[in-house]
């Protein structure tokens, strides 16, 4: 049987959300797996909304489009939850039962009552990660707010390995010639001058990615994946007996 | 003003490139543009199909249809860049500067264009083009003319929303006003149905007791703009070129003027026997359409494939993007221990009406998930099986606008159809079936 992540990304323009789901994609393709992108958004400017969708399985992926009832949601802007920057409203409309929502930010945030309650009745896991913080702290700058919270996702759900995380990066940034839009490109180039070096870029990159996981790791979050490998185990060993 | 201001003004209004021409180059470094296309070698349709080595490249739609007319020895294509468009037209531009298409160039609209695709085709070469929702719409009454006028051509559409409110995204109700036109119309799932349906197209669209022209649909957006594993052929080779002296159907001899379309006056003139000509001719050009099943059975393996519907809980009929859905929805259900078979429909003109009959004799549920309004799709599946199966036919789920279908919409019907729980996104009247209410199906039928 297929073991299949869909996944929902928000974020407003210029955090990567594109460039996030692209690299976690690369990463889980690179460690053998399935895995699909389609992002979405308007006009391409800073702080506008932007979503992606990533696919994960170990089985060929066909359907496409959007993804309306996700396992996993990542909130890469606060604003995406209280302003309300994002093409889904609220955050984690269609949400499956037992998802994981990881959201960047410092702490826990004061939802709505109302969507607290029903986060909690389709027994939704929440991570708090101050994402940006790390970013700013690691790599000096924001602007790997993106890579702090793929690491993360890759720590809770195990789906991919910091090894196949930083190959993905190298292959972004050293080119498999995927530019995902004009702008994206330019962004690119701004990034990488304020690094000056290809090398230096992708090491903070890297650097982040293992913050992020390393965060997650050591609050605990990993339990979801370990709790998963454990019930396969046993159901592989049930299978056997 | 200076005199010296006011020449240079005069000599060069606009800025002419004539003035500023550049030294030519040395004629040993001027490569041939069309050095690669002029290598590619002819083999038969056969061998391009079934016998050619492939391999695996990750594309977009647009590429996919691109690399199939590279393939297709195609004479002319015409373009319009209308928005909403995919970027094959483009590509076939480039394909054009590179010699793998012979002429091409941008009509003044979708009518132009299309009816410029009749003349081209009617004087015997090989003739493609592509547009999508609007544009469809605004070609449609050349299109509408092509099969009558007996043209061999293959069109592509991708298809986008052309109702109101407006919208760019991807819904195929457009195909709905093609399936009437006595065209062959075919629905692509994937980048790898639009290759090999394009290049089948041209071979079916040729065969002289066909002489129709091919519409390869796909849900734009979704398949043109999106990569997807294509297995092609080498670039070396390409299929036999057209040959409209041994067509059914003579060329127009544009050499000895005046050139008519036809030999005989137009027929328009309202008498009895206009009425029996136009009988005749419509019968021949349906009766064609019958007669191109046997081509398609034989180079695309079939009108429709089936998986899995014998001992199925319920089946899946479904076309294009549904039916990429639908596959995933399969997946859910046995999660679920549901049985569910899938019918993908490959060609809806000529429809499959035997091979359901055959395939729903015994099934129970049909749930049949469509991107668009109205549900073209059930109405023909409810049509083709009546009286042959007894099965409780739902017609949705159904997305529109350019929503993507969420999969766990098709599990939910599937869900409702098995246990009878109300649906909460198809209405009773869209349900058809022994234990449901007739009248209110007959309104449904009324108004689909």
Redesign the interface.
């Known amino acids: 049987?297929?073991k299949?992540f869909n996944i929902r990304m928000a974020g407003v323009g210029g955090q990567g959300v594109v460039t996030g789901s692209h690299i976690l994609s690369t990463a889980v393709i690179n460690a053998g797996g399935e895995s699909?992108i389609?992002p979405f958004y308007g006009s391409e400017k800073r702080m506008a909304p932007v979503e992606s969708y990533v696919r994960v399985s170990d089985?060929p992926?066909?359907?496409?489009?959007?993804?309306?009832?996700p396992h996993i949601i990542i909130i890469f802007h606060p604003q995406v939850i209280t302003h309300g920057k994002s093409y889904t409203m609220p955050f984690y409309f269609?949400l499956k039962e037992d998802g994981v929502c990881l959201i960047n930010n410092d702490g826990p945030m004061k939802l709505h009552k109302d969507q607290a309650r029903e986060l909690e009745e389709r027994r939704a896991r929440m991570f708090y990660l101050p994402a940006t913080k790390i970013s700013l702290e690691v790599a000096g700058m924001d602007l790997a707010t993106n890579m702090a919270l793929m690491g993360a996702i890759g720590c809770i759900t195990g789906l991919t390995t910091i090894a196949a995380l930083e190959q993905a990066v190298k292959d972004r940034f050293l080119g498999k010639g995927f530019v995902v839009s004009g702008g994206t490109a330019a962004l690119d180039s701004v990034v990488e001058r304020k690094f000056k070096k290809k090398q230096e870029l992708i090491d903070k990159n890297v650097a982040v990615i293992k913050a992020g996981w390393d965060f997650a790791a050591q609050n605990g979050w990993d339990e979801v994946s370990k709790a998963a490998k454990k019930a396969e185990a046993v159901a592989a060993a049930a299978a056997r007996a | 003003m200076s005199e010296s201001l006011e020449t240079a003004v005069k000599t060069n209004p606009q800025g002419d490139p004539i003035t500023s021409v550049a030294a030519p180059k040395p004629a040993a470094v001027q490569k041939d543009p069309h050095a690669e296309a002029k290598k590619q070698r002819v083999v038969t349709p056969e061998y391009m199909f079934f016998e050619a080595p492939r391999t695996r490249e990750f594309i977009t739609g647009s590429e996919a249809a691109k690399e199939a007319v590279r393939r297709s020895n195609v004479d002319l294509s015409i373009a319009y860049p209308i928005t909403p468009q995919s970027e094959t037209m483009q590509l076939i531009g480039v394909l054009y500067g590179e010699g793998y298409v012979k002429e091409y160039y941008r009509g003044e609209e979708e009518y132009g264009v299309m009816s410029a695709i009749a003349g081209a085709s009617r004087a015997g070469v090989r003739c493609f083009t592509a547009t999508a929702g609007p544009g469809t719409l605004r070609g449609l009454e050349p299109i509408a003319s092509w099969p009558g006028h007996r043209l061999p051509a293959v069109a592509m559409f991708t298809c986008r929303v052309v109702n109101a409110p407006l919208a760019i995204q991807p819904d195929n109700i457009e195909i709905s006003y093609l399936l009437n036109c006595g065209m062959i119309v075919f629905h692509a799932e994937?980048q790898q149905d639009m290759f090999d349906f394009i290049m089948k197209g041209f071979i079916i669209s040729e065969m002289n007791d066909v002489t129709l022209p091919v519409g390869v649909c796909c849900d734009g957006f979704?398949?043109t703009h999106?990569r997807g594993y294509v297995h092609m052929q080498e670039k070396g080779i390409k299929l036999p070129p057209r040959e409209a002296w041994r067509g059914a159907v003579p060329v127009l001899d544009a050499e000895n003027p005046p050139a008519r379309l036809s030999r005989d006056a137009p027929v328009q003139k309202s008498n009895f026997m206009a009425y029996n000509i136009h009988a005749v001719w419509q019968q021949e050009v349906w009766a064609a359409v019958e007669r191109s099943r046997k081509y398609i059975n034989k180079l695309m393996g079939g009108l429709c494939t089936a998986e899995n519907v014998e001992n199925a809980d319920a089946v899946i009929v479904a076309s294009g993007?549904a039916a990429?859905?639908s596959?995933?929805a399969v997946?859910l259900c046995?999660?679920k221990n549901i049985k569910v078979g899938l019918i993908k429909i490959r060609s809806l003109r000529p429809f499959p009406t035997q091979e359901l009959r055959q395939l729903c004799k015994n099934v129970k549920l049909i749930v049949i998930p469509e991107f668009n309004y109205v549900g073209w799709l059930a109405k023909d599946v409810a049509t083709a099986i009546y009286g042959h199966s007894k099965a409780k036919i739902i017609a949705g789920p159904h997305v529109y606008g350019g929503?993507?279908?969420?999969?766990?919409l098709i599990v939910d019907e599937v869900e409702s159809g098995l246990t009878g729980k109300k649906s909460t996104n198809v209405p009773l009247s869209a349900i058809m079936g022994t234990d449901v209410d007739q009248a209110a199906v007959a309104h449904f039928m009324q108004n689909i």
């Open positions: 049987m297929a299949r699909t389609v089985e992926i066909y359907e496409i489009g959007e993804i309306t009832f269609g | 994937n979704f398949v999106a993007s990429a859905q596959r995933e997946r046995a999660e929503q993507s279908m969420p999969v766990e």
